[in-house]
């Protein structure tokens, strides 16, 4: 259960953070080269990685702690 929370917080949290990352890249694209720049679904891509990585790294801690 606590597994399925951590895997959906971390989705959750790719998907934000790929939204903010996505446009401070826009920002500075649009600064520096004057026309718009980016990662094409970035945020799909951060929302995935987090629900890859988070199972396995909260897996990992709990072994380490002892508890399973």
């Known amino acids: 259960m606590r597994t399925t929370a ?3 917080l971390a989705i959750i949290g790719g998907l934000v953070a790929g939204l903010v990352l996505s446009e ?3 920002i500075i694209a649009m600064l520096v080269f004057g026309t718009a720049a980016g ?3 970035l ?3 951060l929302a995935l990685a987090g629900a890859i990585a988070a ?3 909260y897996r990992r801690s709990r072994h380490r702690a002892g508890r399973r």
Request: aromatic fraction near 14%; hydrophobic fraction near 60%.
């Open 55 to 57: 199972p396995v790294l």
């Open 43 to 45: 945020p799909v891509y």
């Open 6 to 8: 951590v895997t959906v």
């Open 39 to 41: 990662i094409k679904f």
């Open 24 to 26: 401070v890249i826009g």
